[in-house]
């Protein structure tokens, strides 16, 4: 069988050029995870009014239902919500919540912060800063990540200056 042989030069070199780019924007991407638009105010005002109302993102769907079936006994605090706003948030963490997979968090509770994702995000940060007064819990995204709110997480935008890239 003859193999056809076909000469790419430029071609080749254009594609690797856009893979790359795709791929700088893709890690770009990775760090912003702002709620989406349809983004329930029961989730807001419910979740919101205790921590950061997270990116539905950053946990499995399986564990959103975990954690919201479990109300009564969220981290040592009674966080029961009325049933419709309750229906509201879990049909909403259903729709955008992670496959599982690496946001699965596993645990009962489900937290976060025991995922596999959150762990190779923080791989690098010293395991005293959590107890660091500024810190006091990986849950407290905005201690460390100024964009938290507004679902910026880079690691080039740090409030902690220990952390910052040098």
Known sequence: MRRLSLHLGPLRH???????????????????LPLPPDTPAAYRAECG???????????????????????????????RIETPALREILAFLTRH????GPRSAGGIPPRISRSAYFERKHR??????WQDPRVTSPANCEACHRGAADGRYSEHDLALPELRRR
Do not use: N
């Not at 795709?22 to 770009?28: I, P, S, V, Y």
């Not at 009564?72 to 966080?79: C, P, R």
């Not at 690098?124 to 800063?129: E, I, R, S, T, Y």
């Open 49 to 79: 009014s205790c921590h950061l109302a997270y990116p539905p993102g950053l946990l499995a769907t399986s564990d959103w239902k975990q954690l919201l079936a479990r109300l009564e006994h969220h981290f040592a605090s009674d966080a």
């Open 97 to 100: 919540g992670a496959a599982d």
């Open 124 to 129: 690098k940060v010293p395991a005293g800063l």
């Open 14 to 32: 254009g594609l690797a050029a856009a893979g790359l780019c795709l791929g700088l924007l893709g890690g770009a991407r990775a760090d912003r």
